[in-house]
């Protein structure tokens, strides 16, 4: 396979077509060459076990199964997995669908929850938990103080049985272990754009799990000394589902979400939070 440095034997400037934020191989090496997106999308980076692109209208569905696609502010019950791996997250009661919205941050769409019981989530158990290394990488804008999860594993009601990103964006944001077992970050705001950075190396958490925002590393306290005990749990996008809503349920919007069985390479790592950054307009 041909390296990934650009177009050879070319200087004609690309014509996109991927205004939903689809892109083809050949469109995104031409990009890269003249620095139009400056870096390779998700499926580049070896790993890439999750990709939820809410800026895509083509992944989300009226049915669990598949269905129509969904209309502009109406509910989701599958969002598509672009990884190729089939782990769609899904909804069957129609109540609890967050709501597919359009042009909310740089042109893109993304998926807006309610903060009461919104919730999707894979339909089988996601194997990335327990002492596996993990990288995941999250855009949220929160739009209220109510306590929320934007994704995560296991069961917060059990001690170490959790692992995933929970925000109250007044007092703390956290990486959830459950119980008092949590990296603790300062707070973040409302109605305010972020790319969160997760990425966890296999084995103990308490020295190996790198926390970052927008691209700049976050001091965590009260970091756990065991890992989550979570290898069987399905993937939760917008809350917990063992947890009562609405406390962990989360209010506001959720534009990509993108996760690697690996802990990613500080240049891998880098070069997903460019994308985010230059996709979103963060």
């Excluded at 309610?114 to 919730?119: C, H, I, P, R, Y």
């Excluded at 890992?227 to 917990?240: C, E, I, K, L, Q």
């Excluded at 069985?261 to 880098?270: F, I, N, P």
Aim: with cysteine.
């Amino acid at each position: 396979m041909r390296p990934r440095s650009g177009l050879i034997g070319t200087n004609n400037a690309p014509s996109f077509s991927s205004a939903g934020g689809v892109w083809t191989l050949r469109e995104q090496e031409e990009s890269q060459r003249i620095k139009a997106w400056p870096v390779p999308f998700p499926a580049y980076i070896s790993g890439l076990q999750l990709w939820l692109d809410g800026s895509d209208p083509l992944s989300m569905y009226d049915a669990t199964s598949g269905g129509s696609l969904v209309a502009a502010d109406a509910g989701v019950a599958r969002w598509q997995d672009k990884s190729g791996n089939g782990r769609h997250v899904i909804q069957a009661t129609s109540g609890n669908r967050p709501l597919r919205r359009t042009a909310v941050k740089n042109g893109f769409g993304c998926l807006e929850f309610d903060g009461t019981n919104d919730l999707l989530a894979t339909s089988g158990n996601f194997p990335l938990t327990g002492n596996l290394a993990t990288s995941v990488f999250v855009v949220y804008r929160k739009t209220a103080a109510a306590k929320g999860n934007t994704f995560g594993w296991g069961n917060m009601a059990l001690s170490l049985g959790a692992f995933g990103h929970y925000d109250d964006n007044t007092t703390y944001n956290i990486i959830a272990f459950a119980g008092d077992n949590n990296f603790v970050m300062s707070a973040t705001s409302n109605n305010t754009w972020y790319y969160m950075t997760v990425i966890k190396s296999a084995g103990a958490v308490n020295t190996t799990t790198t926390t970052r925002r927008n691209a700049v590393s976050v001091a965590t306290s009260g970091h756990s000394t065991a890992t989550p005990n979570v290898s069987a749990s399905p993937f939760y996008v917008g809350r917990w589902a063992n947890y009562v809503a609405p406390s962990a349920a989360f209010q506001g919007n959720i534009a990509e979400i993108i996760v690697y069985d690996t802990a990613v390479s500080a240049t891998d790592r880098v070069s997903v939070e460019t994308y985010l950054s230059a996709k979103w307009g963060i």
